[in-house]
């Protein structure tokens, strides 16, 4: 399942960014079955799981970003979404989002940038 990641960008801080994640080429059969998750590695840190979606629509986050993050996806555009409120400078990082499925593995996309100045 091949991943791209897009919605990242420069934001003030306590802006807001959707992020969007999108699984091109892959098949309904392929995709709703599948786990999205997004992460984010900020400068010299490790990366870090954030936010996760399963196939039935249940989410969980890290507490960094829980009540500011949410996440979603849209099964027939073959997406996931997560929404970025109050956003802070300390969520500067790339983030990128997964894809796990039993019948496919595991797959990430290229990352996408956000900055959040003070």
């Known amino acids: 399942v091949q991943l791209q990641a897009s919605g990242g960008g420069l934001v003030q801080a306590g802006g807001s960014l959707r992020l969007s994640c999108v699984a091109s080429?892959?098949?309904?059969?392929?995709?709703?079955?599948?786990?999205m998750t997004w992460h984010r590695q900020a400068p010299g840190k490790e990366r870090e799981l954030i936010a996760t979606i399963t196939p039935t629509g249940a989410t969980d986050y890290a507490d960094s970003v829980k009540g500011r993050f949410t996440i979603s996806r849209d099964n027939a555009k073959k997406r996931a979404y997560l929404q970025v409120n109050s956003l802070k400078p300390e969520d500067t990082a790339v983030y990128y989002c997964?894809?796990?499925?039993?019948?496919?593995?595991?797959?990430w996309g290229q990352g996408t940038l956000v900055t959040v100045s003070s």
């Open positions: 080429r892959a098949i309904s059969s392929t995709f709703n079955p599948g786990t």
């Open positions: 997964n894809f796990q499925s039993r019948m496919n593995g595991e797959s």
